[in-house]
Each structure stands twice: as C-alpha cells, then as structure tokens.
C-alpha cells in the first residue's frame, strides 16, 4: 500500500487487507497517538493477551526477532516499536540494512508498528516501507491551518464550535494539538449553552482569564497601538502563574507581529482586505483588523520582530519573563521615543536582575 491516510489505513484493516508494516511519522506526537490508538481498535488481535508487544530504543534486531515470532494466541502478533534509529540520512547504516532485509521477508502472522520523528525519503529502505506498508505523515497544522482543524476535529467529539470559537482556541493554543484535544473533550462534557454550536463565550469561560481573555484583548491593543491596555492585558497573562505561560505567550505575540508583517507588506502594495486574507488565511473579521491596523502600526513590525527573538533567549535563560514580554509589547505598541509612555509600562518593562 502507498503513502496514505489513516481512514485509508482503517477501512483495510477492517475488510482484512492488514499491511505488514505501519509507520506513522511526523512531529505531532498526539496524531501519531490518536492513529495508534485506532489501528489498535481495528485489529482484534489487539485485544488478546500477550498479541501486543511495545519497545522504546530497543535493539532492532530484538525488535525483529519478536516480529518474527509465532503468536501463542491469536492469528497476529503486533508490534510496536519507537526509536528505531536508520530512518534518518544521519541515522545507523547497519540499523537500515537489518530493515531493509526484514521488509524483503516480512511474515504474515506480524504488523510491525513503527513510530518515527521523521523519513528520508531519499532512503532506499524509506521508499522500500512506502512500497510495502502504510505510511501516514503526521504533521503539525500551520498556524492558519489550525481554525479549520478545530472545526474538523471537534465534530470527532460530537460538537460544533463557531467560527469565532475556532479562532480563540487556535490563538490561546497554537498549533498545540495534544492540548486543543483536550480543550475540545472538556467543551464537549459542557456542551453548548444555545443553540447548537459552542461559541465563543464558551470557549472564554472554558479557557479561563489568563489564556482566553487576553487572547483578544491583547491582540487588539497591540493592533491599536495602545500601549496602556496591552500592559493590562500582559498582566492578566501572567496571572496564574504558570510556568509554561510565558513561552506560550511568546508565541502568540510573536504570531501577531508575523501576521501583521505579512499585512503591512501587503498593504505597502496597494493591497486590501481580500489580499490581507488570503495571505494569511484568517476569517474575513481578522483580516480586517489587520488590515487596519497595517497602516497604523505595520512599520514597527519589524523592532517587533526583533524583540520577539531577544524575549525568547531571555526566556531560555531564567530572566524575568514579565520583564521579558513587556520588551515586545513596548515594541509594537509604543511610539518610538514617545515622552507619553505611561510610567506603569515603563516600570513593568524594566529589565530585572
């Protein structure tokens, strides 16, 4: 079977055509898990006793031996390995010539489940596993990909979240699918308070202050250039205390400096709102607010920008984090050399020893 998707995967595996080899690859470790999980449910081997065995960093060569072996119970044995090193242009020589010898004899009482970061596909071995098992990449959606994904994988929970709704999960969560799935599954034990679909109430009230109020609010100062209500919205940020708070909220604010670049240099051209949204794939609402805001606010993208990378080292280095994301508010929302900075941002933008 060819590189494919996982409803391909399944609807094989449940009229009896089991590949031999599965490999799910990629960066978004909770598709990969979700897959598995799946996979599992589909074979009913999986459910026997002793038909399902996993490793982590284990030998090949124990790994296929296991392959190899006959069931005690069961028509298949599953297994399931992760670290397999070979796969990779920099990885084991030997490691890909034990593969490749394995993928030329593979038995048929086995599906051997691998689980990798990532394939060369310039590989012989790589191009041998996609000629002769299932491959599905599991990658991380794109920052503009993740409003449409919610919307796909929420009615995986049997709900249905509003387009607004949407936006405010993907800019508190990013491109964080393990947490959204978990957002997603407390939305659904709440279910929709009107109507039908959840909307964006539910979602703040879900979120909780630090991580759905600031969401907007913050994106709306910084776009405004108010420098007085992005502090504000900085501080409820950072109410809660949380220690991955910071590095999140790094990312969201460096997601609205990216956007808004990507509008300024549409609007320098003599582009509008449709140009707007179709660079960066936003709803119609969000491409109007950065539209606007392009003209007022669009040239300090860049100082922006800059800030973001020195916010991130300071970060990585155990320097004050209030102190740290205050840098990159002042950069986008205050004027350059303005003598009307409000001494509170000023003195929440110190950096601290």
């Given at each position: 079977m060819p590189l494919g998707t996982l409803a391909e995967l399944i609807k094989n595996v449940k009229q009896g055509r089991v590949p031999p080899v599965v490999v799910f690859s990629g960066p978004d470790e909770n598709a990969k898990k979700r897959a598995l999980q799946k996979l599992l449910e589909a074979l009913p081997d999986s459910s026997i006793p002793g038909c399902v065995e996993r490793f982590q960093d284990a030998p090949l060569a124990r790994v296929l031996d296991s392959a190899r072996t006959m069931p005690l119970l069961g028509d298949r044995r599953i297994i399931i390995v992760r670290g397999i090193t070979g796969l990779a242009a920099d990885g084991d020589a030997s490691s890909r010539e034990m593969l490749g010898e394995y993928l030329e004899h593979m038995p048929a009482h086995s599906v051997l489940v691998i689980l990798a970061d990532k394939l060369d596909g310039r590989l012989a071995v790589v191009k041998k596993l996609e000629q002769r098992g299932h491959v599905i990449a599991c990658e991380l959606?794109?920052?503009?990909?993740?409003?449409?994904?919610?919307?796909?994988?929420?009615?995986?929970?049997?709900?249905?979240?509003t387009s607004a709704a949407c936006q405010l999960l993907a800019d508190a969560l990013g491109a964080d699918t393990g947490m959204a799935d978990g957002e997603l599954r407390k939305l659904a034990l709440l279910g929709p308070t009107t109507g039908t679909a959840i909307d964006f109430a539910q979602v703040e009230e879900s979120l909780g202050p630090s991580r759905a109020v600031g969401a907007f609010a913050l994106e709306d100062a910084l776009l405004a250039g108010d420098l007085r209500r992005a502090i504000d919205a900085l501080e409820r940020h950072l109410a809660d205390n949380d220690a991955g708070v910071p590095l999140a909220l790094l990312g969201r604010l460096g997601g609205i400096v990216r956007r808004l670049a990507l509008a300024f240099a549409v609007t320098s051209r003599?582009?509008?709102?449709?140009?707007?949204?179709?660079?960066?794939?936003?709803?119609?609402?969000?491409?109007?607010?950065?539209?606007?805001?392009?003209?007022?606010?669009?040239?300090?993208?860049?100082?922006?920008?800059?800030?973001?990378?020195?916010?991130?080292?300071?970060?990585?280095?155990?320097?004050?984090?209030?102190?740290?994301?205050?840098?990159?508010?002042?950069?986008?929302?205050?004027?350059?050399?303005?003598?009307?900075?409000?001494?509170?941002?000023?003195?929440?933008?110190?950096?601290?020893?």
């Open positions: 959606p794109s920052e503009r990909e993740m409003p449409g994904w919610l919307a796909a994988r929420s009615t995986e929970f049997g709900i249905e979240l003599g582009g509008g709102e449709n140009e707007v949204r179709a660079a960066l794939g936003v709803h119609p609402f969000v491409a109007g607010k950065y539209a606007r805001a392009a003209n007022k606010v669009g040239p300090r993208t860049e100082r922006a920008l800059s800030a973001c990378v020195a916010a991130d080292l300071a970060l990585k280095s155990g320097r004050d984090a209030r102190a740290a994301l205050a840098v990159v508010v002042l950069a986008m929302a205050a004027p350059t050399q303005s003598p009307r900075t409000p001494a509170k941002a000023r003195a929440f933008g110190e950096t601290r020893s």
